[in-house]
């Protein structure tokens, strides 16, 4: 068990002395990444900023490394802690290397100059980043993803046993979000720094968090391991969204379903289905899926975005109760899509189905749609 | 490292360009007037401290102060501009746009007024304190201001208003004041160089000199300042304290300025800017006495236009300083407007 770097006993942080969020518990051990979740405006940044000894904490405890944040010096806190912050840094006429060069501030001398052993570690921090191509770039003419990584090299180059990150994705393409993780990840691990960020990614969140912290307005809601965090009502509660639409298993989010008596009636299997579903979800179609296995992929996105889903169980030849609504909605609706459905011996019931919506000309390809 | 060695290059050389432009003028400040001096003649009297007794009078009585006064004062004007472009972080902060200079003028033009009624002179001394006493005024209420008004614009609209309320005040007390009590007001409220006394120029040069040496000292934490407060205090930066000190240091510098030649404006805009992109950098550690340096050589130019351009009649400095600078802060809020 790694010992605990930042803890938090009931803390209680806001601003202006106005109480936001109480009975904050948090712990962090080194090489171990927390990841603060909810929704905007919840106060994820304000515990951050408490932590970063940017706002006054208004009760209870912050202790990093056994000592109590307000005791420490800001130079001694500076050699513990290193920050990204979400505030656009604008500094004029500076390149990527004086960014990542200014993380040595704690160490270097009085007038801050840098010695070898400054440099190296400075040509150091950029290369766990990949950025070190970017040392003679200007820093305000560089794009939002290498920003991101110069600042964590920045944060890197201080030798902080934490680092504290406040929505470091955000403006990021799919790629940078996910290199950037990726290099804080192996940082956590490698150089056992203990790491605490916020995110608006959910589905990063689940992937990059050794523990998950979520925040909902006056209090922590719920904290715990990604997989007993990620439950679809846990999120969906904090988020305040409507039933079904979070899937904990992908991550994924998925617009409600499309309200209505099916219209037109998919039949798939192994995920043939998934891009069909969402044409008609677009298309504000309302539709019936079948006949599915529950353990089918299609049938994981079907429950969310179908109106109505005919199900067998899992390896059994289709029944007889599922072959008779799979007809019947071969009837009332106006298509039948094949999208792509295998056909073998347990499932030959399918066949019957697709001769149905054949005869009264419903049947289509997804081609067609 | 081959681009380190570039700017530093870079930097040697506009600190070696810097030092022959303040020479030059030095010598063109001292050669150039009424009566002209050879510059030979110049050498021999400074170095050799021989030569036509009336021209060493006009050099060491008259020329040389008014340089070294220009000099001193140009430095520190164009130091205090830094430090509150940085303190505001806004490239168009300067003492006379936030109506530092102004509130100082006040306070003196109201000491001068009571001295000259009432003792008949005034010390060095009372003057920068007073400038000293109205800069701090102003800069506290552009402080109070800038904790409302976040935005760059309006921050500079207060201090154009301070600006303005000081110096009608000042203008309604020279108005009502005795002829004979505002003399050298009126000359000195326009901004001049003119007339300084090597006892001013000690006491300029060593308040400033002392100022400056202290600045100099803060150059680690105002670089870490520039990349803003937060991230200055995750490097351990004590920020109020670190705030304070910089104000108390910034105030002093344009406080001697307006104490001994007036508000002058422009300066502490411009000549910030111009060293910044000169040395393509905006390291606090060469900033600093680049800036100083720069600021001293353009004032001492413009002192050499007001003095020289329209002789024998002497232009205020502002006004030269103005035509110079104006267009320089112009084009600075052009090139942003584009970068963004």
Redesign the interface.
Known sequence: MPKIYLQTQSLVVGYDGKPLIRDISLDVSRGEIVTLIGPNGSGKSTILKSI???LKTLGGTVEIDGSALHSL???????R???V?T?R?K????TCW??VA??R??Y?G????LTKEDREKTAAAMEAVHALDL??RDF?AISDGQRQRVLLARAIC?EPELIVLDEPTSFLDIRHKLELLEILRKMARERQIAVILSLHEIDLAQKVSDWVVCVKGETIARAGKPEEVFQADAIEQLYGLRGGTYDPEFGSIELPAIQGNPRALVLSSGGSGIPVYRRLQREQTPFAAGILYTNDIDSRLARVLAQEVVAETPFMPIGEAALRRALELTNTCERVIDAGICIGEINRAMERVMQQAKQSGKLMTAAQL | MKSANRSTARITGVFIGLALAFCLIVVLNINIGSVPISVGEIARILLWRTGETRLVSIIWKIRLPRILMAAILGGALSLSGFLLQTFFSNPIAGPFVLGISSGAKLIVALTMIYFMGRVGAVSSWALVVAAFIGSLMSVGFILVMSRRLKHMATLLVAGIMIGYICSAATDFVVTFAQESDIVNLHGWSLGSFSGMSWDGVAFAAALVGITVALVFLLSKPIGAYQLGEAYAQSMGVNIKLFRRALILLSSPLSACVTAFAGPISFVGIAVPHLIKRALNTSKPIVVIPATFLGGAVFCMFSDLIARTAFAPTELNISTVTSVFGAPVVIAMMLNRQKER
């Open positions: 970063t000894r940017q010096s800001y130079k001694s806190l500076a050699t802690m290193a920050v912050l505030e840094m500094p004029e006429l500076m004086d960014i200014s993380g501030y704690p270097t009085r007038l801050g100059l040392r003679d305000n201080q």
